[in-house]
């Protein structure tokens, strides 16, 4: 089995500071890793994955995530976050074994950008 | 683009009801999924569908059931509507390894 824990429910930050979402995973077996974001009242959109290769991964808005096997963490960065970032990013993980590639969420962490 | 439409985003039912949430896809993926969503909690499977008329359970099966008559159409059934199933529901569908959501319907069952 696999689950996700993400180390922290709500992280304020103010505008152009950087911030760091935590996520770490557990599992028997090799897994794909995820972020997803949700803006307000919409549903959930792919942020960045990692399959394999670099283990250090970008999105197109400034975002980045780094697979740690070692630690078993894929935590997501941003060196300078905008007023439009807020929103509740959700780490997920899909293992490689068992069919359908099904996501295990982790509980979700609301990032709140402040001017 | 890939779309995926759920029929209401907001719904309220009396416990009891017998409730209907449809999603609709329209990028011929085989596999889809329905997921309730609550704070503190992420992102739980209920079901997911791999063909027509084929499903499997996820997570948290109980008190819901599912048909897929069509490859476009996923639609989750909440035979006796109860108020601990209150909730944001999304469907999502899936090419290769990314899932793909709709908006999401809230249900609120009093």
């Known amino acids: 089995a696999q689950s996700v824990t993400q180390l922290d429910s709500q992280v304020p930050v103010f505008e152009e500071a950087p911030v760091e979402l935590r996520c770490n995973y557990s599992?028997?077996?090799?897994?794909?890793l995820f972020w997803y974001v949700q803006y307000p009242n919409q549903g959930l959109q792919l942020l960045l994955k990692y399959l394999s290769g670099s283990t250090l991964v970008k999105s197109i808005n400034g975002f980045e995530a780094e697979f740690n096997k070692s630690q078993t963490s894929f935590h997501l960065r941003k060196p300078s976050v905008h007023i439009s970032d807020t929103a509740e990013y959700f780490c997920a993980v899909s293992p490689l074994a068992g069919g359908y590639n099904k996501l295990i969420f982790g509980a979700g962490t609301r990032l709140a950008v402040h001017p | 683009d890939v779309k995926v439409t759920q029929s209401s985003r907001y719904l309220v039912k009396r416990t009891g009801e017998k409730v209907f949430l449809e999603c609709v896809q329209d990028?011929?993926?085989?596999?889809m999924f329905w997921y309730r969503q609550d704070p503190g909690l992420g992102l739980r499977l209920i079901y997911f569908?791999?063909?027509?008329?084929?499903?499997e359970k996820g997570d948290i099966p109980e008190g819901y059931s599912v048909s897929r008559e069509k490859k476009e159409r996923f639609s989750l059934i909440l035979e006796s509507a109860s108020t601990n199933q209150t909730s944001m529901y999304l469907c999502?569908?899936?090419?290769?390894?990314?899932?793909?959501f709709g908006p999401g319907t809230r249900l609120t069952v009093t």
């Open positions: 990028m011929d993926h085989e596999n």
């Open positions: 999502a569908s899936k090419r290769d390894y990314e899932q793909y």
């Open positions: 569908s791999y063909d027509v008329k084929m499903k």
């Open positions: 599992s028997s077996v090799s897994v794909y």
